[in-house]
């Protein structure tokens, strides 16, 4: 933060300096001796954040340089340093864009308290707004494991990588995704979030999801289509920006189906994830999926392949794959029948229920690296630089 001081007593132009340098000696500063007339030029040569002000006794002519400046300049902090006034004199001050009055004699704790008080605005101003990534899941085929994985990374996420995660089930006629990591039903859904959507903060959000974790939330799907219904595109942009704000990541389990409001979700997404296993019918399926996201325009990095199921011996290879959908795989769940088994029927997620696993040690590879915002595991592009064999035209 920088501090441009004129006044017109040299003396107290001197302790203004005094005081401000024992609290900050580092504190970028320029003094200058004179009046309202200096200010335009300090302004536009100095590119101060604050301006103390000393001798200014409001006249008309002052009143209009620092209406000109302040409104031109409307980050800028101006304090005033003047005798005690009467409350019209500080009213007139605030309405040309005077931030607080100092009075004289000046005390250095007053003084320093109203500039640390503009120093915090000016802090809050500028940091940046917390911004959740939102991660989309959507099976290339029904039953490719999208649900089982978005449910399972959000948890490891918020479990094992301390972040703040809401899963969002837009599944909307027959969601599930609550179930794999939960054992209860859910009053609240998300159509009771969009029939208050005026209503939608924070707070709201967390209050009506189910906590799986004090970090983890979780929004079921409504439980009639009915419900379903009154879930609008119109919703999704709005509860998406509220989720960023609160949350690290945003896990959208979507259904296969395009339709306006899974589009909109992909369209909100920072990352898609479509989900196959390695048999043709799942490829074939795949490359129409890539084709709708290429034709609604998605960039290439926005789409991450998963195969799920993977099997090391089968017959179709990673490199099949990717030689076919022209896509890298960004990850490789292994196939583990039992312990998945287990957990879906249980509703405990595989990472609590069988952390060693190398199904849960696969999705904790796969959060570690989402924290990180790793591209891809080195060990999955080295396995694309060779043995290619193309497998569809
Ligand atoms: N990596 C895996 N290993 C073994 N079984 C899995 C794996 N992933 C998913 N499954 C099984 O596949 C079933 C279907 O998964 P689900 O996530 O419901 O698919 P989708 O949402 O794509 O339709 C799950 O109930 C689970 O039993
Ligand atoms: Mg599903």
Do not use: W
């Amino acid at each position: 933060m920088k501090i441009a001081t004129i006044a017109q007593d040299p003396q107290c132009l001197h302790d203004i300096q005094k005081y401000l340098a024992n609290v900050n000696m580092s504190l970028p500063m320029v003094a200058i001796t004179g009046g309202a007339q200096q200010i335009p030029a300090v302004i536009e040569q100095e590119h101060p954040d604050l301006l103390l002000l000393e001798g200014i006794k409001l006249n008309p002519g002052e009143q209009q340089i620092l209406r000109v400046v302040t409104s031109r300049f409307p980050d800028l902090g101006v304090i005033m340093v003047c005798p005690p006034q009467p409350q019209e004199f500080l009213l007139e001050a605030m309405r040309v864009g005077v931030r607080e009055v100092v009075p004289t004699p000046i005390n250095q704790h007053v003084l320093i308290d109203a500039v640390e008080r503009f120093q915090q605005r000016m802090a809050i101003a500028k940091a940046p707004l917390h911004q959740g990534k939102i991660l989309a899941f959507m099976p290339c085929k029904g039953g490719s494991g999208a649900t089982f994985l978005a449910s399972n990374i959000a948890y490891t996420l918020a479990a094992l990588e301390n972040k703040r995660v809401i899963l969002f089930d837009f599944n909307l006629q027959f969601g599930d995704a609550s179930l794999f990591v939960h054992d209860g039903a859910s009053a609240t859904s998300i159509a009771d979030v969009t029939r208050q959507i005026q209503r939608l903060d924070g707070s709201f959000l967390s209050s009506s999801s189910i906590h799986v974790l004090p970090n983890f939330d979780v929004l079921p799907a409504p439980d009639e289509p009915e419900k379903a219904a009154e879930i609008k595109p119109e919703h999704i942009q709005a509860l998406m920006k509220v989720a960023r704000k609160h949350y690290d990541f945003i896990i959208l389990d979507i259904g296969r189906a395009f339709d306006a409001i899974s589009i909109q979700c992909l369209d909100q997404a920072d990352l898609i994830f479509p989900v196959l296993q390695q048999t043709l019918p799942f490829i074939r399926d795949a490359k129409r999926v890539i084709n709708t996201f290429n034709s609604l325009g998605y960039p290439e990095d926005k789409i991450r392949l998963i195969v799920n199921r993977f099997g090391k011996k089968d017959d179709i290879t990673l490199a099949d794959v990717t030689n076919t959908l022209k896509l890298e795989v960004f990850k490789a769940i292994p196939n583990d029948y039992s312990v998945v088994a287990e957990s879906v029927n249980q509703g405990i997620a595989v990472t609590k229920l069988a952390r060693r696993s190398a199904v849960a040690k696969s999705l904790q590879e796969m959060a570690h690296e989402l924290t990180r915002g790793n591209e891809q595991s080195g060990l999955l592009k080295k396995l694309f630089s060779f043995n290619a064999i193309p497998l569809m035209s």
